[in-house]
């Protein structure tokens, strides 16, 4: 099977930054996925990682490290708007998301 | 273009009631699929489509049935309604099981008391 493990909570201040790590387990590796979803709402596509590195799309990044079956999720400049939950996961067939980290921005 | 769509948005029913929730995606993806979220937690999967004929089973199937019906659209039958089964669900779809986005409907809560 496939599994993802990522903590369940992270605290920071605006303007800071902040990682989300994201350890895994799988037999077929076809690429890592991060979404965020807002409380009520529906996850939304965040950034994708199918090779060893990094992905930059604004003040969002992932990092891919394939040899260590590790990947995170880096918010710069955090607003408050970015309090959310952050999911990673497995698109591939049998589609598997972890358990998501809460992410809590204060002022 | 209305991306995902999922009816009814919110639902109650009464254990033992069966219903079916309604999904339908107009990008023409070829895979689907269909997850539950409990409070506080991720999402687990149901079922999925890989491609239009085709469906199986995902992490949670019990108490469960679906129906891709046709490109379009992904249907979720719960035969007899337990109160376990009071989630948020989602239906999402994907170009292929190979691509890298998932693009997700508003989701339906449902209450079964």
């Known amino acids: 099977g496939q599994s993802l493990e990522q903590p369940s909570e992270v605290t920071a201040v605006e303007g800071a930054i902040v990682q989300i790590n994201c350890t895994y387990q799988t037999s077929g590796f076809y690429g890592l996925s991060w979404y965020q979803q807002h409380d009520g709402g529906a996850p939304t596509f965040l950034s994708y990682?199918?090779?060893?590195g990094l992905e930059e799309t604004g003040r969002f990044s992932s990092f891919l490290s394939r040899s260590d079956s590790y990947g995170y999720l880096l918010l710069q400049e955090l607003q408050m708007k970015d309090s959310a939950s952050y999911f990673c996961a497995f698109n591939a067939g049998k589609s598997t998301f972890g358990d998501g980290t809460t992410l809590t921005v204060k002022p | 273009n209305a991306g995902v769509t999922q009816t009814p948005k919110f639902q109650v029913l009464k254990t033992g009631q069966s219903m079916t929730l309604q999904c339908a995606q107009d990008m023409n993806h070829n895979s689907m699929y269909w997850y539950r979220q409990d409070p506080g937690m991720g999402l687990r999967l149901i079922y999925y489509s890989a491609s239009e004929g085709t469906t199986d089973k995902g992490e949670v199937p019990n108490g469960y049935n679906v129906s891709r019906l046709n490109k379009r659209e992904f249907s979720l039958r719960l035969e007899s309604a337990a109160p376990s089964q009071t989630s948020v669900y989602f239906c999402a779809s994907i170009l292929d099981p190979t691509s890298y986005e998932q693009y997700f409907g508003p989701g339906t809560r449902l209450t079964v008391t």
């Open positions: 990682n199918a090779l060893d």
